[in-house]
């Protein structure tokens, strides 16, 4: 089955600066690559997701690359504040619904 | 903006009994799925249901666990017997339609076996 790796497990930035997250897959099949934003209490929420047919991805200060070739995706969060302080998931599908889930990031952002 | 509701938000319950953890999707969307986190792992998949059916399952989905849409607007995974290994946080989501849409989550069922 699909495995995801997400790293790093935990990220501090001042706020203004960039997050990057990074996440590695292993089955070449996937197409389907979402980002999560989980606050504590709170179920995770999609942030921003990109298929296989396109490189790149942007919405507002968050953008997603992927790279099929090397099977890895990213997340990017410019300009940073304190409320994008969550736990970040990547996920990676074949068919939308059965998602494989990375371990997750811990964002804090210092103000 | 819909979401998905669930309920209860944490439960406590003794090994060996029944537990319903319910939820209530989004109202015009048509595929349901349960997944599950057991605390310090990663989010795995359980179940997906689609036109009041279990359209694909994983490994974790044994007989114990069970799902239902007893009616139009609840969805509800039981599990019939509770081991302690079953203390995690489960969440309900749903989706539109395969292949194109978005799936979105409840804010999870806290479940603790003692």
Redesign the interface.
Same mark, same amino acid.
């Given at each position: 089955g699909e495995n995801?790796e997400q790293h790093p497990s935990t990220l501090s930035v001042q706020e203004g600066d960039s997050a990057v997250i990074k996440c590695t897959y292993s089955d070449s099949a996937s197409n389907y690559f $979402?980002w999560?934003k989980q606050e504590l209490? @709170? %179920? $995770?929420? *999609?942030i921003i997701?990109i298929r296989s047919n396109v490189g790149e991805k942007k919405d507002q200060r968050i953008a997603v690359t992927l790279n099929k070739t090397a099977k890895h995706f990213s997340l990017h969060i410019t300009e940073t504040q304190p409320e994008d302080s969550a736990v970040y +998931?990547c /996920?990676a599908s074949f068919?939308?619904? @059965? *998602?494989? +889930?990375? /371990? %997750?990031t811990t964002v804090t952002v210092r103000a | 903006e819909p979401e998905v509701t669930q309920t209860p938000s944490h439960q406590v319950t003794q090994m060996g009994q029944e537990v319903i953890l319910r939820c209530v999707p989004i109202s015009n969307h048509l595929y349901f799925y349960w997944y599950r986190q057991i605390l310090g792992q990663k989010v795995e998949f359980l179940v997906s249901f689609y036109n009041n059916e279990i359209s694909e399952k994983s490994e974790i989905f044994d007989d114990q666990f069970s799902v239902e849409r007893p009616d139009g607007s609840n969805f509800t995974l039981k599990i019939r017997s509770t081991k302690l290994e079953d203390s995690a946080m489960y969440f309900c989501a749903s989706s539109e339609e395969r292949n194109t849409n978005t799936i979105y989550f409840g804010e999870g069922s806290w479940l603790t076996v003692v």
């Open positions: 995801v $979402p999560y209490g @709170k %179920g $995770p929420q *999609l997701d +998931f /996920a068919n939308d619904y @059965k *998602l494989s +889930f990375g /371990a %997750g | -």
